[in-house]
């Protein structure tokens, strides 16, 4: 295939190249695109040293297929276009994702719903690493509320927001300076923020709303309730999920432990007694999303289930579920 990044500079970006390589994707040309700033750079991939364009729509018509991983009105702009002249788009952004007949896939869960579609929506981190491990619970025990605490990474802004987080924590480490805050609204360095993009009429965040709209699309199931609360931590990457599940059947620690064991994209690692729980440290670079602490919930009897989980945001919330994506693709 004839395959392009758009983006190809950013947090997303970079790994989309990696994890093409990796899981040798068939690429017959790779192009990498960002904005005029980073054109002419070379990089080295594994299909060899590649120079980065200044994206142009004329460029995009001899792909096959395109990656994007680029803001949403950049998405919303272009890749109507690219489909028109029959290039397939995979996209990073939150544009298409709510849009009726654009399918929103997490290939464990909803891949038949890529279909023939040329325009396929990657969901927002913190959802995918979510429904992960969500859908097999709901196929075991069924599914009756939801609730979401989240601990997300500084990498989940961006390239920028890894350059603040780290540009700050030596200002005060090193400098004994006060921290300064661009990218976050405020300073991420020794402090947890909660908040995640705007508020929203109902007083919750839109990166909190993402979670409970999207899951409902993925999973199919449009009038689950979920209340989820994201906050910034000042770690570099992986996001972390406290989820606390209502079924609607009854459920057991056991028992949910060996269906999770059994769910492709989820790692079972829970042994707290001898400190095996999961953790960005240990996400960190990994395709499986972990799932640990995994007890009983007495608040909800014997229906309730509270898990820990850590999935690498960058693979399984963003680059590695868009190959997933496109490896579906490669077989329809
Ligand atoms: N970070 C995450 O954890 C995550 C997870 C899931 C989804 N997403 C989504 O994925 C997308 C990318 O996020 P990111 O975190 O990778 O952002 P990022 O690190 O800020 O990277 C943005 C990329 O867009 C490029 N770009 C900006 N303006 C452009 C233009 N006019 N033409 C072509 N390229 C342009 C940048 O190129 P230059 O370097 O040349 O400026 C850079 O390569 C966003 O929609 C985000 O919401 C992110």
Redesign the pocket.
Known sequence: MRVGI?????????ELVDVLGRRAFPVSSLRL???????GMKTTTPFGETE?E??SDAKMRDLDLAL?????D??KAHAPRMVEAGVTVV?????FRLQDNVPLVVPEVNASAIGAHRLIA????TT?ILVVALEPLRQAFGLRRVIVSTYQ?A????????AELERETRRVLVDGAKPQHDVFRWPLAFNVIPQIDSFQPNAYTREEMKVVWESRKIMGLPDLPISCTAVRIPTM?V?AEAVTIETERPVTPEAAREVLRRAPGVKVVDDPENGIYPMPLTATGQDDVEAGRIRANPVFGDRGLDIFLCGD??LK??ALNAVQIAERLKAA
Do not use: K, Y
């Open positions: 758009v983006g190809a500079t950013g947090a997303v970006g970079r695109f960002a904005s005029a700033r980073s054109a980065i200044e994206f994007l991983a680029v803001s949403g950049f998405a996209d990073n952004s939150s544009a990657n969901p927002n981190c995918a990474a990498s989940g802004a961006g390239a920028e927001g890894m990457r996001h945001q960058l919330g963003a």
